[in-house]
């Protein structure tokens, strides 16, 4: 293995498990106690992005005041959080599991990079939290992705630098926020972008060698 990557940061959904359907339903319950036509699309849009930004996605760039706006994403993230209480380690998406131990066993340290508020709640319900290093989440930094500020508070963490590290991201946001920040970058399933380092459908039959081997 090359001694030049000392570490991975993960996002979480769509990467280590996929809880985009529940968050679709949260915001599209809210969607439609406000009158708001809101659709897959739409959501697909939200991908990587803060929930403050994703309101923003919701309302198409409309403005609400600032109570009303907490308000809402209050809402749904109780109706996202409910939504989550039968989650379990089934959740977790091929590969994952031997992925991150392999990892370990390889003397990596592995870390979350979510602009997630709910992400320690979403690790524990998968029972993979005590595997990771660092935690980095919507309450980590002010600036979520596509700004780099995520990625570089968990590398430093991880005290590591950030060219040491690869993010392994499914949304074209978070590609570019780890690019902007000098990560190498792996891109996962087919709704990133083509700016990533390397591009998997999944983490199902890699290995963190067979990945690392693939970098440019």
């Known amino acids: 293995m090359s001694a ?3 570490a991975f940061i993960f996002d979480l959904d769509g990467v280590l498990t996929d809880t985009a359907e529940y968050h679709f339903l949260a915001w599209k319950r ?3 106690e406000e009158g708001i036509p ?3 699309e739409e959501n697909d849009q939200m991908r990587g992005l803060s929930r403050r930004d994703s309101l923003t996605v919701l309302l198409k760039w409309r403005t609400i005041d600032e109570e009303t706006a907490q308000a809402w994403m209050a809402r749904k993230n109780d109706y996202y959080i409910a939504s989550l209480a039968n989650i379990s380690p089934n959740d977790l998406l091929p590969g994952v599991r031997p992925f991150l131990h392999a990892a370990k066993m390889d003397g990596l340290h592995i870390a979350v990079g979510s602009a997630s508020r709910n992400a320690a709640y979403v690790l524990e319900k998968l029972q993979i939290f005590p595997l990771f290093d660092a935690v980095g989440d919507g309450y980590s930094v002010v600036n979520s992705k596509p700004a780099p500020d ?3 508070w968990t590398a430093g ?3 590591v630098n950030p060219a040491q590290v690869i993010v392994f991201e499914d949304a ?3 590609i570019q926020g780890a690019k902007a920040g000098g990560f190498r970058t792996v891109g996962l399933g087919d709704a990133v ?3 990533a380092d390397i591009r998997l459908k999944s983490l199902e039959g890699e290995t ?3 990945v690392i081997a693939r970098l440019p």
């Open 193 to 195: 972008g083509d700016d």
């Open 4 to 6: 030049e990557i000392r």
């Open 38 to 40: 809101f659709e897959r």
């Open 30 to 32: 809210l969607a439609d």
């Open 208 to 210: 963190p060698k067979s």
């Open 172 to 174: 074209t946001a978070g």
């Open 157 to 159: 963490r991880l005290n």
């Open 150 to 152: 995520l990625f570089l």
